[in-house]
């Protein structure tokens, strides 16, 4: 029996406008007349999901989605802003400058479409051996809709005809007592889209809110299912799950329950080596607080962070081998991001920033001649001081030799004193090469 046979369409439970606390004051213009306009042509249409949920919790929703009885074409047709994007699942976007309301069909139960179903019924649904979803365009009612979502807290309807919020999966019992639960019986849910696995855990750590024991549990019990996941969709989770604002709880989240090792390839290093732990802990509390004060991250630094440990250990392989230290590293980079890819496909854009960062790591102690001002000048300088500020906290770089406050002080200095802060570099720089070779020719062999 199915998890939409066993979870039954409760009665909708309809919130009055002073029972919900959403406020249309808090949502997008354009969203409401995506709504109006729908609603006009004789359509149901409400705004839905996150939106919902985050206005009942009293914050500022970021996105705006609406679902509707219409579908995608008589959508397309009522917008001629409007294009339909998606295979698999079927949305359409409209939209108006920079901003872009999301619009989706109501979805219906894929138990309905049996052997004798119409064949264009039948290619808009479609399943592997694992239970996964790889055609979900089939259409039903908003009853059947708030049953395909995934989390009772995502299943809220908002309609601004009538100022009410419909719940049909008793969400608001959740969202009041902070639980994240799955609609439905959550393995079964996994295993349709085992990124669900992944969202859980995001909003869990997100909102603060604890996994119901049940969706927990079937975590643990269905997340090798990730391993079935394109890498390139798995890349756009995980700027969801550390670009968001919550990096460090969703990271502790994944560890908890084992997720590390589906997303990167260096995963049982990282959560073995307390060094690498020190390093991403600092990481992505930074990344949570630059976000919190509307600074951007980009995907490239939290690859570059949580990669570096083993590339590191790549490089001292390399230049036991008598690897020259750059060769080495590049040598090391091609490697770990060649596996690294195999989790999750990055962009070759942010793979050339993420190289440039771990490069700019060897080459900020040079500080000789002409080296600090063009260091200044680079592009990912900003970035690679921020990553070594971040190892010498975590104790991955000697922190007596100062550097990070070298660095600190060189960019807001005139330029007479920047002239005596190289001129102190090169000296110091003298007496190591002349240290290390006395210690080369010490331990040279007796003639």
Sequence with gaps: MSNHKKQQVLPASSLAKNEHGVSERLISPNALKVIQRLNTANYQAYLVGGAVRDMMLGKQPKDFDVATNATPEQVRKLFKNARIIGRRFQIVHVRYGREIIEVTTFRGNHDNVTATSDNAIKKQSAKNDHGMLLRDNVFGTVEEDALRRDLTINAFYYSPETHQVHDFADGISDLEAGTIRLIGDPAVRYQEDPVRILRAIRFAAKLGFKLEAQTAQAIDDNAPLLSKIPSARLFDETGKLFGQ????????G??????????????????????????????????????????????????????????????????????????????????????????????????????????????????????????????????????????????????????????????????????????????????????????????????
Excluded at 245 to 252: E, S
Excluded at 272 to 283: K, N
Aim: proline letters at 4%; glycine letters at 4%.
């Design 245 to 252: 604002g919550q990096a460090f709880a969703t990271w502790h």
């Design 254 to 447: 994944l560890a908890e329950h084992g997720l590390l090792s589906y997303l990167f390839c260096n995963a049982e290093l990282v959560t073995q080596d307390p060094i690498a732990r020190a390093l991403i802990d600092q990481a992505l509390n930074n990344t949570d607080k630059r976000l919190a004060t509307g600074k951007s991250v980009t995907p490239a630094f939290i690859f570059a962070v949580i990669l570096w440990p083993s590339v590191a250990k790549l490089i001292q392989e390399y230049q036991h081998d008598q690897m020259p230290a750059m060769a080495a590293l590049h040598a090391a980079a091609n490697q770990l991001l060649s596996a690294q890819t195999q989790f999750t496909s990055i962009p070759k854009r942010f793979q050339v920033m993420v190289k440039e960062i771990w490069e700019l790591q060897l080459r900020l102690p040079q500080r000789t001649g002409q080296r600090a001002y063009r260091l200044l000048e680079h592009p990912r300088f900003r970035a690679a001081y921020d990553f070594l500020l971040l190892r010498e906290a975590a104790g991955d770089y000697p922190k007596e030799e100062e550097l990070g406050q070298w660095w600190t002080d060189f960019q807001t200095q005139n330029s007479s004193e920047r002239e005596d802060a190289v001129e102190e570099a090169n000296t110091a720089n003298h007496y190591r090469k002349r240290g290390k070779r006395s210690n080369q020719r010490n331990r040279r062999s007796p003639r």
